[in-house]
């Protein structure tokens, strides 16, 4: 497989402080590549430098062969990646369907409708309620009108941070498969997760951050068997 | 807002209609009579006293007041006892009836008490002014114990279109000629009187639910609000007969709304609040002296007026580039006190760009005077021209062609409010990073809302010199970027009818209130506190603003939900 996504020694720095210590990995096409690690590892700092929300002190950043680490957040987008951010950050005044067209807000093309129709088949309850404002929503179908609103742009890598965050085990097992089938429909998925094991399990890799740093490295299933991941991350004894 | 809404219809308005005759209903009806009779006779001997009050069966003007106010309680009696029965479900009468009693009630009290003071006395009172002042006592104990009928949502009730057209057009008419009315009082005092009747009657209206009603026509109708509003416009200077100070006040109105209409795109659509507006009005006009055939005017390049409108518009937008790109890469409070010291630079700049201290431009403190008409293809602005035996004066003129400015603002601005870009501004004002991680060009929309903001000033600009005659930079202080702000806030942000509404209130008050000048920005403050407290949204509110300002509201939420669903199935339907 061919890396869709190339982080070469990366920092990043909120001031003076290094969030990300310069940390290296590849996200290959089709593939789902999962950073775990504990708040302030530097996972969500690493997505938002990716999608050009914050600028890296030093390394780059490469997608199909572009460097991108100083193209503008919205040329990001347009060239196909697309970052369902922390939090969600849905937009709670606007309608279901005015959040979707939000998403594809970067395109300009007829085909539109039909991924709204796409994001409704994904998550059918959004279309029942296409019109209603979306602060109404409970944690998980503004997950899943995050998600959709993030296939909106038609992201050949979508990045979602936190999925999980604050759901339902019944609700998160529902996000995962999501994930799962959207990766089967042809999408690279970096997901960044502190449920490492719903994460290791459906991930082709894995990256374990520690304080700014790529700790270890592996296939999902190596990493879920790891001691050291079991005990820091599963809470095993 | 209706606190009552019933699920399925108002069925339960039956159970009121079967206790129709009821001892309160008889007692507002006698309450109603009084007052009419009252308000026909004579209130005072003398003359002097509140636009005279003195004569029987000739009414003064605030005896029409309230024979006015009679007629619309008998109007909501009417409905109570089942006379409009689709009306009846609409309008909630009990409410409206209340308000209406109050109304009167305080409006006499303070009538006796005028005329007890003016005439040393009660003694000068005539007996009318008790009929009058008991009728209103009547009416309010005779709402007061009158049970609530409960309401539908007028959402859920469709009558016929032309009743709908009807409804928009007797607005409309009433708008205008109580406009004309209003600017031809010349009595400050009767104006004021005239407002605060206005005042009760707008409560006692709103409290039956009537001007939710006719959000949702106006929803269903927006075309022909649109038109309407423009043909009421357009014809205003003909219920004006060449009135010289009323056509001013006008032409002063709709500058001061068309410039708080494009500030409305930069601080209602983009959400950026910017506090030097008046500046890129002053850019403008100062381009359209400099390059006019003024004596004083310091450039001879004297290019038609409708280059020196796009070169005003464009000076405006290159200094909104100029303030814009750098600031607007930062959040948003940076912004209000860059734009706060550019409406200071721009002041200071223009007094001293006078020859002493660099270039004569603007020739200083004296500002550029004599500035002639427009004229175009022979039309001179300052001649005045019959029409249908109508005199339109140099006003009118200014009028009319502003008329054509404003239409085209409002033409760009709703455009740009339901366009990509309108949703842009959307997400940013709601979260811009989560709009940038959309891929949401927040730099790049934000800055288009600053300079296209200025550019749309700039244009008024040009014309404003023109009517102005002299451009001097005291025209062009921080309060009026404060005015222009404020007649967007209290409007409504991000509604067109919302800042006319604002814009006129604000332009004609101190106009018609000059008696009270020294208190009138105490009034505005007062206002405006007010406005903050019971309507932050403004006086017309658009349905997401209204959301922001009540977010736990769900009852709110569902009617936006209806609402939508209502404006895309008409949408469609059309397509």
Known sequence: MSALLEIKDLEVAYGKILAVKGISFTVGEGEVVCLIGTNGAGKTTTLRTISGLLRPKSGEIWFQGTRIDKVAAHEIVSLGVAHSPEGRRIFPRLTVEENLLLGAFSRNDGGIKNDLEAAYDLFPILRERAKQPAGTFSGGEQQMLAMGRAMMSRPKLLMLDEPSMGLSPLMMQRIMTTVTTLQQQGTTILLVEQNAQAALGRSNKGYVLEVGKVVLSGSGQELLHDDKVRKAYLGED | ?575
């Open chain 2, 1 to 575: 807002m209706n606190t009552s809404t019933l699920p399925n219809g108002a069925r339960g308005t039956t159970a009121v209609t079967v206790s129709r005759p009821s001892m309160q209903w008889y007692l507002t009806l006698a309450g109603v009579v009084l007052l009419i009779v009252g308000s026909l006779l004579s209130w005072c001997y003398d003359e002097g006293v509140l636009g005279n009050v003195s004569l029987n069966v000739n009414p003064g003007p605030i005896q029409v007041f309230m024979i006015v106010i009679a007629v619309l309680t008998l109007f909501f009696l009417l409905l109570r006892g089942g006379l409009f029965p689709v009306l009846d479900r609409l309008l909630d009468s009990a409410r409206a009836l209340r308000a209406l009693g109050a109304t009167a009630t305080a409006f006499m009290v303070a009538v006796v008490i005028v005329i007890a003071l003016q005439t040393s006395g009660l003694a000068n009172a005539d007996p009318g002014v008790f009929v009058a002042l008991v009728g209103a006592a009547l009416i309010t104990w005779g709402s007061w114990s009158l049970a609530s009928d409960p309401t539908v949502d007028p959402v859920s009730v469709h009558m016929r279109g032309w009743v709908d057209i009807l409804v928009i057009v007797a607005l409309l008419a009433i708008v205008l000629f109580g406009a004309a009315y209003a600017l031809g009082q010349e009595d400050g005092t009767v104006f004021v009187l005239f407002l605060s009747v206005l005042g009760g009657v707008s409560l006692a209206l709103a409290r039956s639910g009537l001007f939710s009603w006719i959000r949702v026509i106006a929803q269903r109708h927006r075309q022909v609000l649109m038109l309407g509003a423009f043909a009421v416009a357009f014809l205003f200077p003909f219920t004006q007969n060449g009135s010289d100070a009323n056509m001013s006040i006008a032409t002063q109105v709709i500058i001061f709304a068309t410039t708080a209409l494009g500030l409305n795109i930069v601080v209602g659509l983009a959400g950026l609040l910017d506090l030097g507006y008046i500046a890129f009005l002053g850019a403008g006009a100062y381009v359209g002296a400099t390059l006019s055939y003024s004596a004083f005017a310091t450039i001879h390049w004297k290019p038609p007026f409708i280059v020196v409108m796009i070169i005003g518009a464009c000076v405006s937008a290159t200094l909104g580039l100029i303030i814009g790109t750098p600031t607007l890469r930062v959040s948003g409070d940076y912004l209000a006190i860059v734009t706060l010291a550019f409406g200071e630079i721009f002041r200071l700049a223009m007094f001293n760009l006078d020859g002493n201290n660099g270039p004569n431009l603007t020739r200083g403190p004296n500002g550029i005077p004599a500035i002639p008409d427009l004229e175009f293809f022979g039309f001179n602005f300052g001649d005045t021209h019959d029409i249908f035996g109508i005199p339109i004066n140099r006003f009118g003129n200014y009028y009319f062609f502003l008329l054509v400015v404003a239409a085209i603002i409002i033409l760009v601005f709703t455009r740009l409010n339901n366009s990509r870009i309108g949703r842009g501004w959307v997400a940013i004002r709601e979260d811009e990073k989560a709009a940038e991680a959309m891929g949401v060009n927040t730099f790049g929309l934000k800055l288009f809302a600053f300079a296209g903001g200025a550019f749309l000033a700039g244009l008024a600009g040009t014309v404003k010199a023109h009517q102005d005659v002299s451009v001097t930079p005291d025209q062009y202080v921080f309060l009026e970027s404060a005015f222009l702000l404020a007649a967007i806030v209290l409007g409504g942000m991000g509604t067109v009818a919302g800042v006319l509404i604002g814009a006129t209130i604000l332009k004609l008050l101190p106009e018609k209130l000059r008696f009270v000048s020294d208190y009138r920005l105490l009034i505005f403050g007062l206002l405006l506190v007010l406005i903050m407290r019971f309507r932050p949204e403004g006086l017309v509110a658009s349905h997401r603003r209204q959301l922001e300002f009540h977010e736990e509201d769900t009852e709110l939420a569902e009617h936006v939900e209806h609402a939508h669903l209502e404006a895309t199935a008409g949408s469609e339907g059309t397509a």
